[in-house]
């Protein structure tokens, strides 16, 4: 059953905005589809879901994150101060009621425009790196107008297309987490997929000391900073440099 505001529809575009990272927070779960499919690559990961019910249903279907039936403002409060660019925040709170189409109340805990002023004021302050859904209309624009919007093309209930947006408070989520929906199409992701088939079975049949000595100049030259480095090196030898293409964020 679909889980009303869940982001199953969404999910591959959103996993395209994360940035590699050590912990893993999903503040306002749902049916936590992002956790769902993210691949699980964090050394820990943390769920948090208000509803009691809802909650213990995803104690059951995510083995390995630690579910919480708790208050994510309460959790927020006490751990983000001390978070850094190591953890990522995922937050997918009840949109506003003032800016639902239709004005509905959808779930057990809904939260008051206090509470979203509140929670913006947590996430602002935080170090780690955050990720906040909302419409594109009313509140959450001016909430987080500082941050970087990326917009998700989105089909609409009625059939019709719409848009979601998220808003990130970092520019450029490189290295992602995941690459497995990376690439604007299926077949862009399948190319992706080949390429590195392509070189794992070239990696493969290497004698170990050359594959060794491959790895280790690849890693001395494209390893997080090192490839920032052969940028920069790039630019000043050359004139017009080629500009490196940003991964497409859009829902396929
Ligand atoms: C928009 S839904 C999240 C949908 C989710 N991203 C998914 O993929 O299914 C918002 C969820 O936040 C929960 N919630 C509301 N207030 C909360 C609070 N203070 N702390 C934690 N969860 C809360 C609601 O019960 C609801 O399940």
Not at 153 to 169: D, F, H, I, M, Y
Not at 217 to 232: H, I, N, P, V
Request: glycine share 6%; net charge positive; aromatic share 10%.
């Amino acid at each position: 059953m679909r889980y009303p505001g869940g982001k199953n529809h969404v999910y591959q575009a959103l996993i395209n905005l994360i940035p590699e990272h050590d912990r893993w927070v999903e503040a306002f779960a749902g049916s936590a589809a992002v956790s769902r499919h993210l691949a699980r690559r964090h050394a820990e990961a943390w769920v948090l879901e208000l509803d009691q019910e809802q909650a213990a249903r995803l104690r059951r279907e995510l083995p390995g994150h630690r579910v919480l039936h708790a208050d994510a403002f309460r959790f927020l409060r006490e751990h983000a101060p001390s978070w850094g660019p190591e953890t990522v925040v995922f937050v997918d709170p009840p949109y506003p009621l003032r800016d639902r189409r239709d004005g509905r109340r959808r779930y057990r805990h809904e939260l008051t425009d206090a509470q979203h002023e509140e929670l913006a004021e947590l996430l602002h302050a935080t170090r780690a790196r955050v990720l906040v859904c909302g419409h594109p209309w009313g509140l959450y624009p001016r909430l987080y107008r500082s941050w970087h919007r990326h917009e998700l093309a989105v089909v609409l209930r009625s059939g019709g297309p719409g848009v979601e947006c998220v808003w990130t408070n970092y520019a450029d989520p490189w290295p992602l987490h995941d690459y497995r929906y990376w690439g604007a199409d299926k077949r862009v992701r399948q190319d992706l997929r080949r390429q590195v088939a392509r070189h794992l079975a070239r990696f493969g049949d290497m004698n170990r000391h050359v594959r060794t000595a491959v790895l280790r100049a690849l890693t001395d030259a494209y390893s997080l900073g090192g490839d920032r480095r052969l940028d920069l090196d790039r630019q000043a030898a050359s004139p017009a440099p080629a500009r490196r293409r940003a991964p497409c964020t859009r829902a396929s």
